[in-house]
């Protein structure tokens, strides 16, 4: 059982952490669920249609602190250039189960410019404007920003009751013939989290 939840989740959390998923991705909060049919109100405005299907991985992103932010944790972290280096617009903490998932660097779609960096923290080092940190991985490094204000989540299991109406969430699937998405991942915000990727 384990061994499938920790399946399910790689699979839901390389949407989140590289930039190879699918389109669309849609990114707002439930205003409707009735069996597999699920609508999303986008954040860019407008009422998008969702199927749900069996293979449609489910998770939750739960609240976390600069405190679970620990030596050698495996973390996501988007962020924007800033002068000479990067500056981080959110940090994911990953299970241990899921060390490695989408190790690496890449452009994101969070923000013009944006991209996203998988790997260890290997430092955290305090400073006036923020803490900085240094994320490895296989085949090289980046020191990013972390300003006061940047959220801080991580991931975990989640469950098809937690998308209710009011919940926050992100879809990522593509779209059918019929022009509603497939989604092959749901994203929800657990107790009012609202995910920030």
């Known amino acids: 059982m384990l061994r499938l939840v920790t399946l399910a989740l790689g699979c839901a ?14 990114r707002g909060v439930v205003a409707a669920i009735s069996g597999d049919a699920l609508t999303v109100t986008a954040r860019t405005g407008g009422n998008v249609d969702v ?15 600069p405190a679970d ?22 940090v994911h ?4 189960a899921l060390r490695g998932t989408g190790e690496g660097f890449r452009p994101f779609d969070l923000a013009p410019g944006s991209s996203m960096t998988n790997g260890a923290l290997d430092a955290r080092v305090g400073g006036v404007e923020g803490d900085h940190l240094t994320v490895t991985y296989k085949g090289g490094s980046q020191q990013i920003r972390l300003p006061a204000d ?35 991942a749901v994203i929800v915000g657990r107790n009012g989290v609202v995910p920030p990727m």
């Open 93 to 96: 903490i990953f299970p241990e």
């Open 150 to 184: 940047a959220p801080i989540v991580a991931f975990a299991p989640g469950e098809r009751s937690e998308i209710q109406p009011g919940v926050a969430a992100i879809v990522r699937g593509s779209t059918g013939a019929d022009g509603v998405i497939d989604a092959a």
């Open 51 to 65: 199927r749900l299907g069996p293979k449609t991985r489910i998770v939750a992103v739960l609240a976390a602190s």
């Open 13 to 26: 959390f390389s949407f989140a952490a590289s930039a190879q998923t699918p389109a669309p991705t849609v």
């Open 69 to 90: 932010l620990k030596p050698n944790a495996f973390i996501g972290v988007a962020a924007v250039p800033e002068g000479d280096g990067l500056k981080a617009l959110e």
